[in-house]
């Protein structure tokens, strides 16, 4: 069948990367992709927020099924769209109803779910500008660090976690008065600091049956030893050593089961992923956030280890048989490592050549976030994530060494990239 995946990043590198692999897949579109999608199937210029454009291209190519990577277009309600048009409703649609992604694109509403239907989390207290002196009071209240949130979608950088109080004074109003990260910031959820390990799992469901899929543990801050602001993402692990059985059955029971029950009570239709964001607290899950599609760069150190045909998945999954396909993953570990443009996440240049990709090991895989390719096949910097690599070991260890080796190969003028991923975990 043909395939559209909407998207243009690292994620929607990595989904291409297994989608491409299927024996169900004819051709493979990617809206917008980038220069590294474009050797897995056809870049197509189409915005996946502008659903008219989408809708014409889906009609033109005979596109059987639509896997949407970023949240963005979930919630502005693509999926909704597609039920609701007689052209396109029976055509499958991989990603939750606008109502489903709420749950990301409300910090709040994932809040008061979780409470709704018993699910551990942090506790908290939502603000507006019209209480902002309640919202000083109750960072009074709270222990140091003090833990702000955007309520709305602020591409991974609306939170904040501060020492100080004045500090967090300070910048709760810059996000209630000041628009610090737009409209995303008109209410900010302020919660307890919850002191643990964070760790990502990741949910493939029908709405009422579903599949864990690996686990992860990404890095969000720009710096070496967790310092400086936060990004989308420098790197990621997969599996997580400290998640083991124990503890996964308690995420599983606690967690999961709950949150699948609770979106089928709520007659919320979902069918496509789950990112649940947690804590490890003593041996026990809290749940941080949900998103409502892969994480990124995750996806980049999880879709790999997944040896199931993805589309017969995403079939399942539309279907609500997802009961009946059987999960396999590889049981080694893998290690990804993003090379960004220096100064993310702040400014940083763009169009910078990209040399020595061709020189990455063949047992390695390089995936585009922030790429294009110029007029001569030149592969170009194109946003502040920029490559990301990714190895297999049999153990994180190896992983991680086989990566590091070849992202000393990749080279651009403006390179940077952590070098501590994975070593907090080994």
């Known amino acids: 069948m043909n395939i559209l995946l909407l ?12 989608i491409a692999q299927s024996n169900n897949t004819e051709q493979l579109f990617i809206a917008p992709g980038n220069a590294g999608t474009a050797k897995l199937g056809t870049n197509v210029n189409i915005n996946p927020e502008k659903f008219d454009e989408v809708k014409a291209f889906v009609l033109e190519h005979q596109v059987k099924m639509v896997v949407v990577g ?45 409470y709704k239907h018993g699910i551990p989390t942090a506790a908290y207290r939502t603000f507006t500008k019209d209480n902002i002196q309640e919202g000083i009071d109750f960072l009074k209240t709270l222990k140091a660090p003090y833990v702000l949130k955007a309520d709305g979608l602020a591409a991974g950088k609306g939170v904040l ?11 709760l109003k810059n996000m209630l008065e000041n628009a610090k990260f737009g409209n995303a910031s ?11 390990i964070e760790l990502s799992v990741f949910v493939l469901t029908d709405g009422k049956n579903y599949k864990i899929l690996p686990e992860a543990k ?9 310092t400086g602001k936060n990004t989308g993402g420098m790197g990621s692990v997969s599996p997580v050593p400290f998640a083991n059985k124990t503890f996964m059955d308690k995420v ?63 079939q399942h999954t539309y279907d609500g048989t997802l009961n009946e396909v059987e999960l396999v993953t590889d049981p080694r570990a893998a290690a990804c490592v993003m090379m960004v443009a220096n ?20 047992d390695a895989l390089v995936f585009h976030a922030g790429t294009k390719l110029d007029a001569d096949a030149n592969v170009l910097t194109n946003g502040g994530r920029v490559i990301c690599i990714t190895s297999f070991g049999d153990t994180l260890e190896q992983a991680l060494a086989k990566t590091y080796k070849n992202v000393d190969k990749i080279k651009w003028q403006n390179k940077y990239y952590r070098r501590d991923i994975g070593k907090d975990v080994i």
């Open 161 to 171: 976690i501060l020492d100080n109080l004045q500090e967090a004074e300070t910048e």
């Open 252 to 314: 599983e029971q606690r967690i999961v089961i709950p949150t699948v029950n609770g979106l089928a009570k709520d007659n919320i239709n979902y069918k496509g992923f789950i990112f649940i964001g947690l804590m490890n607290v003593e041996g026990n899950p809290y749940v941080i956030e949900y998103n409502v599609r892969m994480g990124d760069p995750e996806t980049e150190s999880v879709f790999p280890r997944i040896k199931s045909d993805v589309v017969e998945l995403f």
């Open 218 to 226: 990404d890095y969000k801050r720009i710096g070496e030893g967790d």
């Open 7 to 18: 998207g243009g990043g690292g994620r929607e590198h990595a989904i291409a990367y297994k």
């Open 70 to 114: 970023p949240e963005a277009p979930l919630v502005l309600g693509i999926t909704d769209f597609f039920a609701g048009d007689d052209m396109l409703k029976n055509i499958p649609i991989i990603g939750p109803s606008k109502a489903g992604a709420e749950l990301e694109g409300s910090k709040d509403y994932a809040k008061e779910f979780m």
């Open 186 to 196: 008109s209410k900010v959820v302020i919660e307890e600091y919850l002191k643990g």
């Open 343 to 362: 100064g993310y996440p702040d400014g940083y240049p763009k169009g910078d050549v990209i040399e020595g990709i061709e020189t990455v090991d063949q």
